[in-house]
């Protein structure tokens, strides 16, 4: 008899899961692991256990570093971005650019990318640039008598 996936929590199924997380593994592929707990058991000892959360919350963190450094990697990897073909006699170069692994290259990069965003939006989120076009009037000695009533009535100026 099989002794089935965890459900009860476990310190030391929790740090697994953590050190996973933490080494680029994402969530669903730990839980798809049968000594695993599924997905829902795992979000429920998440909203049960502080400490468990906390270290995850952790995990996340260090998740978004490995998955920035992995960019790099893969960027500076040329494996395979050029192949050779069988060509002809009369061809001098049997070399040819490998587009769809360039392709698979930069969807890795951008997946990374997006992720490591999301994960630690302050450290590897695009930066948001505000533009304002306009004038603001710094004080309230600034604006007309019209203004200051359309404040006082909760009218937009």
């Known amino acids: ?14 740090d697994l899961i953590c050190e996973l997380l933490a080494d680029g593994r994402s969530l669903r592929t730990i839980c798809d692991a049968e000594d695993m707990p599924n997905r829902a058991t795992v979000f429920r000892w998440l909203a049960k256990h502080k400490e ?3 270290q995850y919350a952790h995990a996340r963190d260090a998740q978004a570093d490995v998955l920035f450094d992995e960019v790099l990697d893969i960027a ?13 006699e009369d061809e001098d170069d049997p070399w040819v ?9 930069r969807l890795r990069i951008d997946a990374r990318k997006w992720m490591a965003g999301k994960l630690r939006p302050k450290k590897y989120g695009e930066k948001q640039e505000i533009e304002h076009s306009g004038s603001i009037k710094h004080t309230l000695t600034e604006m007309t008598d019209e203004e200051l ?5 909760g009218k937009a100026v």
């Open 1 to 14: 008899m099989t002794a089935g996936r965890p459900s009860e929590y476990s310190q030391e199924i929790a």
């Open 52 to 54: 468990f959360s906390d």
């Open 76 to 88: 500076d990897d040329a494996r395979n971005d050029w192949m050779k073909r069988n060509v002809g």
């Open 97 to 105: 650019l490998n587009g769809d692994h360039v392709q698979r290259t």
């Open 149 to 153: 009533a359309a404040i006082a009535a």
